[in-house]
């Protein structure tokens, strides 16, 4: 494939050519996005031509967060963005979806007029079923082509999507799906993973008899066919078969099937980012500027091309849980073919009885074409361990860029990239796009820019119209120094509103209890990661600053494995952290206080972690489990997180421990020197 002219550089040269403006440096473009805001995405509404029926008044009003409003009075809808490329695609021969899982031979294409078919037979169920914009419309699929055709059907009607991997137990489900009454679910009965069926049914009746909301149940019978669904359902909800809802012509009922114009801000989907405490925050986010940040942050700064004139093919390996899906799915925005992969990335699992294959994900980007390969940090991580060597197991040659999030890349994991991919046609090692970001505001705050040069261990640059800093704690902006990662500008994508938040108090809580509004200051986003920004410009990421766990990219509130490990009666408290720093591999200890007389043995842990993979996840399973007196706790009762995670990573108790405003200051001891004895094990 030939390497097109950096879309960054294409969108320069429309500024200057249509608006008159020139810059000499890629840190004078990022000043002029984050201190013009109005000029800057009334650009980038302009070069992508977001099609809006009616004017808008302006681009943005009352610039402060939260409360900022972007361009008031247009109107816009996801799903028509992505069809709108649709005949031009299919003309030039692109597909729209590339998909594959465990048990096909070959990838599979779903061509753009299907896809369009399909999106539209299906809102057109919807409209059937009552759905109207507003309601809320929740899934429990893998990353398979039929989430993709409900998610933009959803859209298209104005219903509320939210979604949940299946690979997620009856707990995590509920504690997000319940918080927002849908009116249907869309549903898998189960999923092959690492050569092994993991049958869903009994997930999926627990989840439906907890949401007594859902009134349709659209479900897929995909590992069980055969096996009755009328029991999956309680009285009173309807069950229909996922393949009706997609059959025949969306003009069957009677009118033309069109995406329905929404406000600009009118809810998109509800996402999830979990916090220490609490049920995790269902975060609402709107049309528009979804679009506009997919749209910013997917071609300008992660250069994926349209596919007609190009050939790109781009994949990015995510479960349906995880952010990145929507940012997979957003490569239809701007009309490129989205490569799935629904499967364990690692080939089989030990349960099978065959050994592990990291090459599983490139012979699919051999087989689907790939160009564009994106994945956590983590995989590539195992790929090293693994020793594998991705050209001898596959033809990678149409490769052109690799992609990593979800965790700090390591610098090993660096070079393990530049050694075993393509290069460039210049010779030099394929561009590698390291990006960091969040479920928070679905983008990136730093990342790549294909005109700049790369550094081993470092982000390139801030992405334009994100005012990144790292703060001090008095407010101080850093550089060169590790601090806190702030935003000091609103951005179209953060969220509306968390749903339920009436006053607004979870949300503000959330990211401007640090950086709170003063007299004569705006109120700063703080993200909750440690970064530097370096004189160069480029960013290096140290993981999280708070006490959230990140496994392999995907969030997980403390609250959440809580409520699953001391649902054990042997269990009196727990504590867990999450040790994510610098690149290095996660390690996420669990720490459990069990009734007089019971002591942790090999039997006890094997119950404990198998609580936390049915509840939650595999990948929030601990690495290890330690029995302790007491777990440390404030005054008012709230465990000691974040000062026993900084224990371990080595600060000095005396700086992050204050034993007068702990209700049992004894217990920190234990921490002390577990933490003293791990450090000079470690080195």
């Not at 900022?68 to 979806?97: C, E, M």
């Not at 809102?123 to 055709?149: I, K, M």
């Not at 790109?312 to 849980?321: M, P």
């Not at 990335?345 to 490139?362: H, I």
Request: aromatic share 10%; with cysteine.
């Amino acid at each position: 494939m030939t390497e097109p002219t950096p879309q960054i550089t294409r969108y320069q040269t429309w500024l200057h050519d249509e608006l008159g403006l020139q810059f000499n440096s890629y840190d004078a473009l990022w000043h002029w996005s984050t201190t013009d805001l109005p000029a800057f995405w009334g650009s980038i509404w302009r070069y992508f031509d977001i099609q809006s029926p009616t004017p808008y008044s302006a681009v943005l009003q009352n610039p402060v967060m939260p409360g900022a409003v972007w361009f008031d009075g247009a109107k816009l809808n996801y799903a028509q963005q992505a069809l709108r490329h649709a005949d031009a695609a299919h003309a030039a021969g692109h597909p729209a979806i590339v998909f594959q899982n465990e048990r096909m031979a070959v990838p599979q294409e779903l061509s753009w007029p299907e896809l369009r078919r399909q999106v539209g037979a299906f809102a057109q169920q919807l409209r059937q079923a009552g759905v109207v914009p507003g309601d809320r419309v929740c899934a429990y699929l893998p990353n398979t082509p039929a989430a993709v055709v409900a998610f933009l059907a959803c859209a298209s009607v104005g219903a509320i999507w939210s979604i949940c991997s299946p690979d997620m137990g009856p707990v995590a489900v509920l504690d997000r799906f319940s918080q927002i009454a849908p009116k249907v679910l869309v549903a898998v009965d189960g999923q092959v993973w690492g050569g092994v069926v993991h049958n869903r049914r009994e997930v999926l009746q627990t989840v439906l008899a907890g949401l007594p909301s859902v009134q349709h149940l659209v479900l897929q019978a995909d590992v069980d066919p055969a096996a009755p669904a009328a029991a999956l359902a309680p009285a009173g909800c309807q069950i229909h078969a996922f393949a009706d809802w997609t059959a025949g012509d969306p003009g069957t009922y009677g009118h033309d099937w069109q995406c329905t114009p929404m406000p600009f801000d009118h809810p998109l989907w509800v996402v999830y980012s979990s916090g220490t405490t609490g049920l995790p925050k269902p975060i609402v986010h709107g049309h528009g500027g979804i679009v506009l940040e997919v749209l910013k942050g997917g071609v300008l700064h992660d250069d994926i091309a349209p596919s007609v004139g190009t050939g790109e093919r781009f994949h990015w390996f995510s479960s349906t849980g995880w952010i990145m899906w929507n940012g997979q799915v957003g490569g239809l925005l701007g009309g490129t073919t989205i490569c799935l992969y629904d499967g364990n990335p690692g080939g089989p699992a030990p349960a099978s009885g065959k050994t592990a294959d990291w090459g599983t994900l490139w012979r699919f980007a051999q087989a689907a074409g790939v160009t564009w390969f994106g994945a956590g940090a983590a995989f590539f991580a195992s790929c090293l361990k693994a020793g594998v060597v991705p050209q001898q197991v596959a033809d990678l040659s149409r490769l052109r860029a690799i992609g990593s999030t979800g965790s700090p890349l390591s610098e090993e994991c660096h070079d393990w990239i530049w050694d075993n991919m393509p290069r460039q046609a210049d010779g030099q090692p394929i561009w590698l796009n390291a990006i960091s970001g969040g479920t928070d505001f679905a983008g990136a705050f730093v990342g790549g820019n294909r005109t700049l040069p790369q550094v081993r261990g470092e982000m390139q640059c801030r992405w334009l119209g994100a005012g990144v800093q790292a703060f001090s704690e008095d407010r101080r902006a850093l550089v060169d120094e590790v601090g806190e990662l702030v935003c000091t500008t609103p951005m179209p994508s953060m969220p509306l509103y968390f749903w339920s938040d009436t006053d607004n108090r979870r949300y503000v809580e959330s990211y401007f209890d640090m950086y709170p509004a003063t007299a004569g200051q705006p109120a700063v986003w703080r993200h909750g990661d440690w970064i530097r920004i370096t004189e160069r410009g480029t960013a290096i990421i140290y993981g999280r600053s708070d006490a959230t766990i990140n496994r392999h990219g995907i969030r997980m509130g403390t609250a959440e494995l809580y409520r699953a490990v001391e649902a054990l009666p042997e269990v009196l408290d727990s504590l867990v952290v999450d040790l994510e720093y610098l690149g290095r591999e996660s390690w996420m200890p669990l720490f459990v206080v069990l009734r007089d007389g019971i002591t942790l043995d090999a039997a006890l842990e094997k119950r404990l972690r198998l609580a936390i993979r049915n509840a939650l996840s595999a990948r929030h399973v601990p690495n290890d489990v330690y029995q302790v007196e007491a777990i440390p706790r404030t005054l008012s009762g709230k465990k000691l997180e974040l000062p026993v995670k900084k224990l371990l990573m080595g600060a000095d108790p005396a700086q992050v421990l204050n034993r007068d405003a702990m209700g049992n200051a004894g217990s920190v001891d234990w921490f002390v020197a577990f933490a003293r004895e791990r450090a000079s094990k470690n080195g």
